[in-house]
């Protein structure tokens, strides 16, 4: 099982793999850079080095990128849209010096210019500056539906991938906690949501998930996020999910609201209820 939380890079990439080693993790998340934006350090090479000896070392997967969430590739306004495709740009192209195949990040509000009009101006970013090159994953991740979010409906996200010139570079990262919200019965129904995201997008689209419990009732189109097994999705549901067969492989990623020590546990109590 590969599995691990959301890390700082802010001491460098050995560090946080460290830091994750020392909680029994096997991958972790990191913002790309400071998570509203902004300018990134540049890249250590020496880090990367010893990073990458580190992954081998301890077999661990493919960690995951999760870009600044400020960022919004639906934005009308001109500034707010350009800072967006600047970003993502030049994240894409860090993340080829960086062992890590996965690039999450938030699709994008319309901020009242409605969805269709969100769709185009994500695609149109996104075939921007894909070249079609990138050895990087780039996944949409399942929103909550909270404000003008795009991306909390299976079908947003398909029509969204629909319009990519290199829409084999396009995933989906799933997060429990926000399809919840969003109004999609994984307690209940988990079956049922897998095999209409199937039907919708394609499971072969769906490459890492997002592993958190949620604070707010089920349908609540609300994002916060609650420890294992402290939230209204609950332990048994959350075993299932880590074992069901079309996501047991997938690597998990905890963003709960813990310390490096509460992490542990429950990777601890994650791996025992795995199978
Ligand atoms: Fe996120
Ligand atoms: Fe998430
Ligand atoms: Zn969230």
Known sequence: MYIGCHLSISNGFTKAAQAAISIGANTFQFFTRNPRGGKAKDLDFDDIEKLKEIMKKYKFGSLLAHAPYTLNLASYKENVYDFA????????????????????????NHTGKGEEYGIDRIAAILNDVITGNENTMILLETMSGKGTEIGYTFEQLKKIIDKIKYSELIGVCLDTCHVYSAGYDIVNNLDNVIEHFDNIVGIDKLKAIHLNDSMKEFGSKKDRHAGIGEGTIGLEAITKIINHPQLRDLPFFLETPNDLDGHKYEIELLRELGS
Do not use: V
């Open 85 to 108: 495709k600047t970003i993502f740009k030049n994240d894409l192209e860090r993340l080829e010096k960086i062992p890590c195949n996965l690039y999450n990040f938030h699709p994008g």
